[in-house]
């Protein structure tokens, strides 16, 4: 608001006035709970990491945090609401890859801008897409499975947590950049389209890791290759899908805090602040995110974070354009 | 014996003074809220999740189970007292709960409510210690053309449940089927009857509509009643409150039943629960000399519905502990929960963390007898809300489901939603339709439709998929049973007539 009235000489003392009010108002905050919206449902990678990051963050703020799971339409439906709600700095969002870049594009009118709409204010962390397979399978590396799909064209089942989802497009990238022709077959989230491969529904799917993880470790999934740049920490044997032979594969979710456009910005880097060094420092918390699947990453500023949104758009918008099923 | 080993490590963490206090406040605590119209075990565990992150993982998921069955025993209290049903099997307890409370028999009900939820409770707890690994690999072997064939099957067995008119209870499926199509379709991500509302985006809330059906719609019509209502008023002398030995002998064949249909059904995700409940019913109701009693208070009712629901959320732990699948969206609360406090799981949690593991097991049991010495006091309490003057009462439950909608999504619109359900739900009742069979075409509705649409995904369109899996035949051929055993002695009747 201040914004709008300084090129006004004559009320220059407006500003001032709503400043110092601004800054009187942060800097009590946060006196009371604050609103988290997870835009997936519980138990998803979104909830965990999410949950994960959020305990320690209110401990640190000494607020309680309401955790609010608002599923649907690839995590639209709770963004949306997120972008819409009071910016008084009591109601935060966990965005990803997903909400802020895929769905975005996916979908015809989310109803709101990634950017626009939303104070982005840190990373807190990125999960490799993983392609899985069922450990009795004949598919032992990355080749394997493009070998196998380019001799039977159309013959293989790819899954994934829902039509324009990440795990979609990941896949679908893959197999563009792979020349592979399989069939897409859509579940209702991460742990069904898991489950099909453990039953063998499917051939093959480029699972979010906190999804698989735990099947991984437990033998039930083979891990064939990891859509990050570098290996992940917790499978080091696992080559990345680009060392495995895919020239400039990349699919990673990232996930981060949001609050909604025009929160207060001494809010923004309070927040900013807390997270970036809870995410740079504890080491609790990097190991509880280690431990889901996830590496502890954070932003160098909240305009660093909208920085990184933008690239993530403009690549996904290439692929989604790209392919046109 | 290493069984017997194992549970005496498991009973020794479970009973050990703090671990037996988390699992007694976790059961009070989901009673108490259970009891609210509209807050199932889903938005119990939700709520109260963050208090266990404070305790040592142990202890945390014993009292997320403890409040996962203390929630559930409250929606069947309410239930039957008020016809206020919060989940799917609290549907189906209410089909003959509520006629018995009215004819001054609530005491029996509920005692018996959770006597059966103990004994179901104890022999899926059994099969759990047992058996849990080679359930969860029968449990994949579930696959989408399975899973449509069993649906439909239990669709057909809801239509069966109704008393009265066939039509009608087929009518009132496909009715639940349309409703729920509203939303966003999950294979194209397109939405559909939302009228561009976001509010019907994620579809009509299921909760929202069973309250407006059942609750809103009970009210609704003793209003209209006025002084014809059936009241219960006088004392109920203390040994009245307990089940009668007629009581307890004919519920147990129908306990048995239910709770075998429940164990199986359990294991698998997402349909299983719900569907348990409504095949234990309709089970009942065939197998009984005399279906007539059915709806008007039978015993077996309650019993067979709620010994399939306690056995069915037992080894719905099963894909969750040993596969590190969810089943459904409270089990998926509860994993996070574990993976939140470094408990991973899959098989080897039973090697890795046997004491977790088995002081789980042993508390499942320790929390349905908590259960059943915290319940057995407060029936009295319970009975007590019976004798509160309408007047008072009606208000009192139209603001509680108020609230409770309210509070589901914090959308005013889901309290316009439920209010008009009770309307149609009061219509429901004039017209002799029940809607129970209508909440299972609207739970099962687009899981039929994506198992389907995947099924044929996966056949490439060849609509043998169905017949030529062995698993997926049987549910194909029983759902030929079903309309079978209903439509025969008429046929019979007409073919004989016209012979002679």
């Known amino acids: ?325 | 014996m290493e069984f017997i080993d194992h549970l005496a490590l498991g009973f020794g963490i479970a009973l050990s003074p703090e671990t037996l206090m988390y699992c007694f406040i976790g059961v009070t605590l989901g009673t108490f809220i259970g009891v609210l119209p509209g807050i199932g075990p889903l938005a119990t565990i939700g709520l109260l999740l963050p208090v266990t992150f404070h305790l040592p993982p142990t202890e945390a998921i014993i009292m997320i189970a403890g409040l996962y069955y203390g929630a559930m025993y409250g929606g069947s209290t309410t239930a039957i007292l008020l016809n206020l049903p919060g989940t799917a099997a609290s549907v189906v307890v209410a089909l003959d709960g509520h006629p018995m409370a009215q004819q001054g028999r609530a005491g029996p009900a509920l005692v018996m409510t959770t006597l059966v939820s103990f004994a179901a409770a104890c022999v899926a707890i059994v099969i759990i210690a047992l058996f849990a690994p080679p359930l969860a690999q029968f449990a994949l072997r579930f696959g989408s053309p399975e899973y449509f064939s069993l649906m439909l099957a239990g669709l057909l067995g809801a239509a069966v449940l109704v008393n009265g008119s066939l039509i009608k209870g087929i009518a009132m499926v496909i009715l639940g089927l349309l409703l729920g199509m509203v939303g966003q379709d999950v294979t194209s991500g397109i939405p559909r009857f939302t009228f561009g509302s976001m509010s019907l985006y994620d579809g009509m809330g299921f909760v929202v509509v069973i309250i407006g059906l059942f609750g809103l719609a009970e009210v609704l019509n003793n209003v209209a009643l006025g002084e014809k209502r059936e009241r219960f008023v006088g004392k109920v002398p203390w040994r009245d409150l307990v089940p009668t030995r007629k009581d307890l002998r004919d519920s147990a064949g129908a306990t048995a039943r239910g709770t075998g249909l429940g164990s199986l059904l359990g294991l698998l995700p997402g349909a299983g629960p719900a569907m348990s409940t409504f095949a234990a019913y309709a089970v009942e109701k065939k197998v009984a000399k005399d279906p007539s009693r059915f709806g008007k208070g039978a015993i077996e009712g309650i019993a067979a519905p709620e010994a399939a629901n306690n056995a069915a959320a037992q080894t719905s732990f099963i894909p969750t502990l040993s596969l590190g699948v969810p089943g459904d969206a409270t089990m998926a609360l509860i994993l996070g929960a574990m993976m939140m406090h470094g408990l991973v799981p899959g098989p080897q949690i039973v090697t890795s963390s046997p004491d977790f593991f088995w002081a789980l097991i042993a508390s499942f049991w320790i929390g349905n007898l908590l259960l059943l010495i915290l319940n057995l006091p407060l029936v009295g309490i319970w009975i007590k809300m019976l004798s509160i003057p309408y007047r008072i009462m009606f208000p009192a439950i139209v603001t509680f489901i108020s609230i409770g909608m309210y509070s589901l999504h914090l959308e005013i619109f889901d309290v316009f939603l439920a209010a008009g359900f009770g309307l149609v739900g009061y219509l429901f009742i004039k017209l002799r339709c029940e809607a129970a069979p209508l909440l299972l075409g609207l739970i099962l509705g687009p899981m039929v439709e994506e198992n389907l649409r995947r099924s044929m995904l996966i056949s490439r369109g060849d609509f043998s998929i169905f017949f030529t899996r062995p698993i997926s035949l049987s549910f194909l051929i029983l759902a030929v049973f079903i309309i079978a055993i209903v439509l025969g002695p008429g046929l019979y009747r007409r073919w004989k007539a016209r012979a002679a």
Do not use: C
């Open chain 1, 1 to 325: 608001m201040p914004m709008l009235i300084k090129p006004l000489a004559t009320l220059a003392a407006i500003p001032a006035l709503s400043m110092m009010i601004a800054t009187t108002a942060a800097a009590d905050y946060p006196e009371r709970e604050i609103r988290l919206i997870i835009p997936f449902g519980a138990g998803g990678s979104t909830d965990i990491v999410g949950r994960t990051a959020g305990q320690p963050l209110s401990d640190r703020l000494g607020q309680p945090f309401v955790y609010e799971n608002r599923g649907g339409a690839g995590g639209t439906v709770g963004t949306r609401s997120a972008s819409t709600a009071n910016n008084n700095g009591y109601t935060l969002s966990v965005g990803s890859t997903s909400t802020h870049a895929v769905g975005y594009l996916v979908h015809d009118d989310v109803g709101y801008h990634p950017i626009d709409d939303f104070e982005p204010i840190s990373l807190i962390a990125e999960t490799p897409y993983v392609l899985v397979v069922h450990p009795d399978s004949d598919f032992h590396s990355v080749q394997d499975v493009i070998d196998h799909a380019q001799e039977n064209p159309g013959d293989m089942n790819f899954g994934s947590a829902g039509a324009g989802s990440t795990t979609h497009l990941s896949a679908l990238m893959f197999n563009d950049m792979a020349d592979v022709d399989a069939v897409h077959i859509p579940y209702e989230g991460n742990a069904e389209a898991t489950t099909a491969v453990l039953g063998r529904e499917i051939d093959y799917l480029f699972g979010s890791f906190p999804a698989v993880y735990s099947a991984i470790q437990n033998e039930q999934l083979r891990a064939l290759g990891v859509g990050t740049e570098n290996r992940a920490s917790q499978l080091p044997d696992v080559p990345t899908v680009e060392e495995a032979g895919v020239d400039g594969y990349l699919a990673t979710l990232w996930l981060g805090i949001f609050a909604p456009a025009g929160t207060d910005d001494d809010i923004v880097a309070q927040l900013h602040g807390e997270i970036a060094d809870m995410i740079e420092n504890d080491e609790a918390v990097r190991e509880a995110l280690r431990d889901n699947g996830a590496e502890p990453v954070f932003s160098e500023s909240p305009d660093d974070f909208a920085t990184l949104i933008e690239s993530e758009i403009e690549r996904y918008r290439e692929i989604v354009d790209n392919i046109d099923e």
